[in-house]
């Protein structure tokens, strides 16, 4: 049986699809972290089979807004003084600002850099995502590296 210290103030990162789990960490730089990081890959799991957990201990800012994007089933707790105290379950965010990029080069996104990349989820299902001014479909998991 695999043992980790329980978190005393931090997050922890549950219910990633199995093999997501790397992208996270790498995109949250992780792997240059001070403070202790548990990452945990293919760990069995009733409702998934497999899935992978990322804890950590201290309270970082997370774009819930991305996270949703690279698994809306992720459910990130919040732990104070060892105890969850609160349990955010993520979801496709309906609006996303800076985080797909259009590549579309008719878009006004590619001539005028000033413009905001604003992207509307499109299909919830497919997890596709519509440019608000060109109507160019994105997938959800094609987000720029924040």
């Given at each position: ?36 990081v ?8 009733r ?40 349990k ?59």
């Amino acid at each position: 049986m695999l043992n980790i210290e329980k978190i005393k103030n931090g997050i922890v990162i549950d219910h990633i699809r199995a093999g997501q789990g790397i992208r996270i960490f790498d995109w949250l730089g992780l792997d240059k972290s001070s403070y202790t990081v548990a990452f945990v890959v293919n760990a069995t799991s009733r409702e998934m089979g497999k899935k992978d957990i990322i804890k950590i201990d201290n309270a970082i800012a997370i774009n819930f807004d991305i996270l949703g994007l690279i698994d809306p089933n992720i459910t990130v707790n919040i732990i104070r003084d060892e105890r969850i105290t609160e349990k955010i379950k993520l979801q496709l965010p309906e609006r996303v600002e800076d985080v797909l990029i259009c590549k579309n080069p008719r878009c006004i996104t590619s001539t005028e850099k000033y413009i905001p990349h604003i992207f509307h989820l499109e299909d919830q299902e497919l997890r596709t995502y519509r440019c608000e001014y060109c109507d160019e479909i994105r997938l959800a998991g094609d987000f720029r590296d924040a």
